[in-house]
């Protein structure tokens, strides 16, 4: 069956339930945005012109949501708690709906076991069953109650599951055995699942999907009309829950800007003004969103105080034309040394509040400062008030942006068939690469006889040898390409490594999320032994890695030039 785009979303709010405050906030939203995605289903229809795609079958199980988890999010949604992953959510579920598939949601165990058709009562089902789902969205709660539900048909069908995971989760973390090991089991990692079917709030490491969420789009009337009424000197914090202002250092800097700026806040209260809030500030309280967005407009500048990490206000912020300033984090905060990220299945390390916003933004929008150092920081908020700016939002953030992507994904994973290509190993005799002519990577060969038919297109690969202790995210990224570990098998052999012309004494494959690699103490190659370690995330001083970077669509990093 064919997928007719929708435009609209009346029977999508029904689907969504009601009651809960999270509920409530999600299809407030979706309800004001209906137009945008309508628009956008209208843009992205016409650009994909006769393409076929397949109407699928989906449940959406919000695992975070149901009492059976503890719901801990639905009563904080009215005091300032964190609304980001129910603004994902909101957005996943009308673009799933939008490109016109079936669509199922749940949010609590009950309704789980009737969609799945568990027999209500039964802990959990013996037999495997047919699944009536072709996908099924959820999150690590989600995924916890499916695997003590269903029975069986959980390592079944477990390739069809996509887990919303607003960080992400490393290789290294995802697979069982290793993580126990190595020291890499968390709470959370350790499922065994293709690190593919994690999809995160951010492009974090390709290892992951990006799934993210939208934010308003202004068109030119509108932009220029913003533009016409900043006022000059407003600054609005990013923090809506006081304990956001227990920071240090907090008099010294909000001084500073107290006398350049207007400072207001929507810090959440009950009767009256939280302690932490410095009575010069103008706090306006927690906002309803439209309410915050207008806000936006009016103000010049959006300030961070290093605390939410990666939420979707920044963007919002910048949407309006607002400047983004943040803290620099040095040393960089990690699961290694803050509690927020301890636990968390990543070692990804977060040199300031919203690295998105920082390496993918940048200046003019972004101005990421050591918060320490007073004279960096006013003379930042001096050349900001300076600064004009355009109301500025990318690519892959718009309703348009997030539908290409989710189509992209649904018509091209499939986590259900062995990867395309078999995993070469040592022995394979040719892989299908040349060096390039410049000798510094390997490209695919025109003439190579192995069928590309894997997606992302294998033709798109550039094939690099980081130099020691650097990541393959890092090293794609330092030729302007992405890494994509879909690849990894082509480059998982003896021949790779001698096309690269590197001198390999011996070649040995082990288990490592670094591999393939090559450690020049002992001039020593090794190999990917296990393909769910294939990893871009990872590094150690000790190895040269052989990473795979692709090309991919200016605002779109998650696809490729030719992967639609
Ligand atoms: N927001 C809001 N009212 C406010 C401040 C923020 O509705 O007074 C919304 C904002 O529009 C954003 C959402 O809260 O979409 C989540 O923002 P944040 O970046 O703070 O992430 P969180 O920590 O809540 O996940």
């Given at each position: 069956v064919q997928a007719v785009f929708r435009s609209n979303l009346s029977h999508l709010l029904d689907l969504m339930?009601?009651?809960?405050e999270s509920l409530i906030f999600m299809k407030k939203r979706t309800k004001r945005l209906t137009a945008q995605w309508a628009l956008a289903a209208q843009r992205l229809a016409q650009k994909l012109g006769a393409t076929q795609r397949d109407q699928k079958q989906i449940l959406v199980h919000?695992?975070?949501?149901t009492e059976e988890s503890g719901d801990v999010f639905s009563p904080r949604v009215l005091k300032g708690g964190p609304l980001g992953e129910m603004v994902q959510w909101a957005d996943i579920l009308a673009a799933l709906y939008v490109l016109g598939h079936g669509l199922r949601v749940t949010v609590s165990l009950k309704e789980l076991q009737s969609n799945l058709g568990v027999p209500p009562?039964?802990?959990?089902?013996?037999l495997t069953m047919p699944l009536p789902f072709d996908l099924i969205y959820t999150d690590y709660h989600g995924l916890q109650q499916m695997k003590q539900h269903m029975g069986l048909s959980f390592k079944k069908y477990r390739c069809r599951i996509r887990v919303i995971d607003t960080f992400g989760t490393e290789p290294a973390y995802n697979h069982e055995e290793y993580a126990t090991l190595h020291g890499y089991?968390?709470?959370?990692?350790?499922?065994?699942?293709?690190?593919?079917?994690f999809m995160t709030m951010?492009?974090?490491?390709?290892?992951n999907s990006f799934m993210g969420f939208v934010s308003e789009e202004l068109n030119e009337t509108e932009k220029q009309l913003i533009k016409g009424g900043k006022a000059s000197n407003m600054a609005v914090v990013y923090?809506?829950?006081?304990?956001?202002?227990?920071?240090?250092g907090k008099e010294k800097f909000l001084g500073i800007l107290n006398k350049y700026m207007e400072i207001h806040g929507t810090v959440y209260y009950e009767?009256?003004?939280?302690?932490?809030?410095?009575?010069f500030v103008k706090n306006h309280g927690l906002l309803p969103q439209p309410e915050f967005q207008q806000l936006l407009r009016k103000a010049k500048l959006f300030i961070g105080f290093?605390?939410?990490?990666?939420?979707p206000a920044p963007l919002e912020a910048i949407a309006n034309g607002c400047i983004f300033l943040q803290s620099r984090f040095s040393p960089p905060h990690s699961s290694l040394n803050h509690e927020f990220f301890r636990g968390k299945p990543t070692s990804r390390e977060v040199f300031s509040q919203h690295p998105y916003a920082e390496n993918f933004i940048g200046k003019p929008h972004v101005w990421t400062v050591d918060y320490n150092n007073s004279e960096e920081f006013e003379a930042a908020i001096k050349a900001i008030m300076r600064t004009q700016v355009d109301p500025y939002l990318p690519y892959e953030y718009t309703c348009e942006g997030m539908l290409e992507r989710i189509h992209a994904y649904i018509q091209h994973q499939d986590?259900?068939?062995?990867?395309?290509?078999?995993?070469?190993?040592?022995?394979?005799?040719?892989?299908p690469f040349v060096l390039a002519p410049n000798a510094t990577h390997l490209e695919w060969a025109q003439?190579?006889?192995?069928?590309?038919?894997a997606w992302p297109p294998a033709h798109s690969l550039r094939a690099w040898l980081a130099?020691?202790?650097?990541?393959c995210t890092d090293t794609c990224l330092d030729h302007g390409l992405i890494c994509e570990p879909s690849f990894f098998p082509f480059l998982n052999s003896q021949d790779a490594f001698l096309k690269l012309q590197v001198p390999c004494d011996s070649t040995e494959s082990e288990m490592n999320h670094l591999y393939p690699a090559f450690a020049q103490p002992g001039q020593e190659c090794y190999l990917q032994?296990?393909?769910?370690?294939?990893?871009?995330a990872g590094s150690n001083t000790k190895y040269r890695r052989l990473c795979p970077c692709r090309d991919f669509r200016k605002g779109q990093v998650a696809l490729c030039q030719g992967c639609l």
């Open positions: 339930g009601s009651g809960k919000i695992g975070f949501l009562g039964r802990g959990s089902c013996p089991r968390t709470n959370w990692g350790y499922w065994n699942l293709n690190p593919k079917q951010f492009p974090h490491t390709p290892d923090g809506k829950e006081a304990s956001i202002w227990k920071v240090s009767s009256q003004r939280p302690p932490e809030v410095p009575a290093g605390f939410p990490y990666e939420g986590f259900c068939v062995a990867p395309g290509p078999a995993l070469p190993g040592a022995h394979t005799p040719q892989s003439n190579a006889s192995l069928a590309p038919a130099t020691p202790g650097r990541a032994k296990e393909p769910l370690l294939f990893s871009c």
